[in-house]
């Protein structure tokens, strides 16, 4: 068997094609035409998506009121700590503000507000608890001092906040000092807004720092501050402004001069700055 595969044929014997090569182009535009339906599917999707979107809300709403308007999650009460001044009355009027009320709607800053505007709160802390039960925390003013005007005595804070006023012929349950300005007026749930007042509370916090001193027998004379006077156990100390720590170490030094030489003193003015002066009333018989 012969085998043709390197036979040259001659060109006598080739065909000729009479056809045109074809060279692909590729065009500017496309020229297919969307398929009929495309547009019609887009817009029926976009309105299964509105309509989806709707329901979701209207669910959404509907849940909403549900929410706000069942008695599942009206207040039905208010826990409240860290009392221990505040009476019955005035817990009543704090958690008023929570009757009836949904407990998504209570407004949490209104009632801290609300407490706060009692004196006796310093500080007031509100959260809500599931499914209908308001938490209120308190901080309350613990009295550090009594404020006499003359015509009124008033309960104070270590602050100088005015928290309460009392009758005059009620001793109140601590044992606590007087400042003493006269004619000052005084608000509840305000500080003393008085330079002396500050003085006379600098000097009291060393009185208490020291020791010695019974709380209830101390009174300041606090009309200004360079006449600052202690009033105690029968004696005027003559204080004035400043350098309290050092004046009542002197003031020990004097009244345990004044006890070895047997005398009886009127005053004793610490306002000289390296002495002291002592008015003798008389001397005490051995």
């Known amino acids: ?35 009929k339906g495309g547009g019609l599917t887009g817009a029926l999707i976009k309105i299964v998506t509105v309509v989806t979107i709707a329901g979701a809300a209207y669910l959404g709403w509907q849940g909403y009121r549900t929410v706000m308007h069942a008695d599942m999650f009206v207040v039905s009460g208010v826990d409240i700590s860290g009392v221990h001044q505040l009476g019955e009355k005035d817990l009543r009027e704090i958690a008023a503000i929570f009757t009836g009320q949904n407990i998504f709607r209570v407004d949490v800053d209104a009632a801290v507000r609300r407490a706060h505007a009692n004196p006796w709160i310093k500080e007031a802390t509100v959260y809500r608890k599931l499914p209908n039960r308001i938490t209120m925390t308190f901080v309350e003013r613990v009295p550090s001092f009594l404020l006499d005007t003359g015509a009124a005595r008033y309960l104070l804070d270590s602050e100088a906040v005015v928290i309460e006023r ?7 349950s601590w044992p606590l000092p007087v400042v003493a300005i006269r004619d000052y007026r005084a608000r ?19 009185i208490a720092a020291r020791g010695g001193w019974n709380p209830a027998e101390v009174t300041v004379i ?9 009033e105690y156990a029968g004696h005027e100390f003559r204080m004035g402004s400043g350098r309290y720590g050092e004046k009542l170490r002197r003031l020990a030094e004097v009244m345990a001069d004044v006890k070895e030489r047997g005398l009886e003193i009127s005053y004793a003015d610490l306002r000289p700055e390296r002495q002291a002066a002592v008015m ?7």
């Open 1 to 35: 068997m012969r085998d043709y595969k390197n036979v040259r044929v001659p060109r006598s014997y080739r065909g000729e094609s009479r056809r045109t090569p074809a060279k692909r182009v590729r065009p500017l535009y496309s020229s297919v035409q969307p398929r």
């Open 166 to 172: 009392i009758a005059r012929d009620v001793s109140p």
């Open 188 to 206: 509840p749930g305000e500080q003393v807004a008085s330079e002396s007042m500050a003085e006379a509370v600098t000097l009291l916090s060393e």
């Open 222 to 230: 606090a009309n200004s501050p360079a006449s600052l006077t202690i």
């Open 280 to 286: 003798v009333s008389k001397k005490m018989r051995r």
